[in-house]
């Protein structure tokens, strides 16, 4: 069972804490904090436990645990195996919450750690953001922001949110990255909620993945907050499905920021040029000449269709509709810029004159 997580107002009702070693040394500060009448119920006290009797800060029954010892207690906390059967039962029976010592934060960093969340932002479309993302972001203390990301939503962050800016950080692109993670990190172990927001999903060409990792090794937890890629509604917003029933069964995502042949490129241009489906590339206006050249080279007829959609879901978004054999040339007269995502093959034109 999962246990519900609760923050109790403790201030001035009484606590028993059972036990009088380190267990007991580790709750003890945290009962005080919270201002908690502190009963130590122990035959023994360690010295640093002790401390805190000579203090006067609490109170001590030097003997072993009584049921009577729950009069008025609002939680006990159990900081002595050798008593567990007795404390668990006198506290069922008295309808006393009873936290084990050890099920609690184990030490101070745990407490006070804050999160970091991966969000989604959506392809530009403020509305396009999910639910789940919205919330996190109107609760975040600190957002790290791309260049892609709704303007509009961080125009509604609440005041006082510390805004960090990823695509001004001033360095390459591989320390670039490294200096985000070091940010993210640094914050949520300053005990804040980070959100980090990415155009799109963080886990599509997103380097949200990068991210995760630096956050978990560095002992931040971590959470992914899908988003609407405009590798899919880009292409829709301007009429194109990715699929469709008896034109397409598929469709492949690709990254054409690095040109067919570069030593570091991943992508298999022969091999999708013999796919079928759809082919949709993101980041591929710069190398659009090379692509089509090397697509066509490997057997993809030159008259398939093209769609090429820029700054899908926001008021400026721009499609056009073209062929493999035309399309570079097109782009360059139609001036389209990024971001951009282009869509090859028989879907472009699958709804017909519905498509806008
Ligand atoms: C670094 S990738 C990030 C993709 C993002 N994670 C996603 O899921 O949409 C950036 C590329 O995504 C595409 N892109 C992002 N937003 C777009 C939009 N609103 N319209 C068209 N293409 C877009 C462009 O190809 C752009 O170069």
Redesign the pocket.
């Known amino acids: 069972m999962t246990p519900y997580p609760l923050s109790l107002p403790l201030a001035g009702r009484r606590v028993v804490l059972v036990g009088g070693g380190t267990a007991a040394a580790r709750r003890l500060p945290g009962f005080l904090a919270a201002g908690a009448r502190v009963s130590l119920v122990a035959a023994e006290l360690t010295p640093a436990v002790h401390a805190y009797v000579d203090a006067g800060r609490v109170a001590w029954q030097a003997r072993d645990f009584a049921e009577v010892d729950l009069d008025d207690a609002w939680l006990v906390c159990l900081a002595d195996p050798a008593a567990a059967d007795t404390v668990l039962a006198a506290a069922e029976r008295r309808r006393v919450f009873c936290v084990p010592a050890e099920d609690q934060a184990p030490d101070n960093r745990a407490a006070t750690t804050g999160s970091v969340a991966l969000v ?1 932002s ?3 479309d403020p509305e396009l953001i999910t639910v789940k993302g919205r919330r996190l972001l109107a609760e975040a203390d600190v957002v790290v922001a791309d260049r ?1 990301v709704p303007g509009m939503l961080l125009d509604a962050l609440r005041p006082g949110v510390e805004l960090v800016d990823a695509s001004k950080i001033p360095y390459g692109p591989s320390v670039a990255q490294e200096e985000i993670n070091r940010v993210l990190v640094d914050r949520a172990l300053a005990g804040r909620s980070v959100v980090r927001l ?11 993945g990068e991210e995760v990792i630096a956050c978990v090794a560095a002992g931040v937890p971590v959470i992914v907050v899908p ?5 899919v ?2 292409p829709a917003l301007a009429g194109i499905p990715v699929t469709h029933r008896g034109v397409a069964h598929g469709f492949t995502v690709v ?3 690095l040109p067919p042949g570069h030593p570091e490129s991943l992508v298999d241009w022969g091999a999708l040029a013999r796919l079928g489906g759809t082919l949709v ?5 710069k190398n659009l000449a090379k692509i089509t050249t090397a697509l066509v080279e490997h057997g993809l007829d030159p008259t398939a269709p093209v769609g090429v ?6 008021d400026r ?1 721009r499609a056009l509709r073209s062929t493999v054999g035309e399309v570079a040339a097109d782009v360059a007269a139609d001036g389209i810029r ?5 869509v090859i093959g028989p879907v472009v034109d699958a709804l017909g004159s519905a498509r806008r």
């Open positions: 989604g959506g392809p530009g892609l990415k155009g799109g999903d963080p886990f599509v060409f997103g380097r949200g988003g609407v890629t405009s590798s509604a880009a990254s054409g920021h590339v993101l980041m591929g206006l959609v820029q700054e899908g879901s926001t978004q990024p971001p951009a995502v282009v």
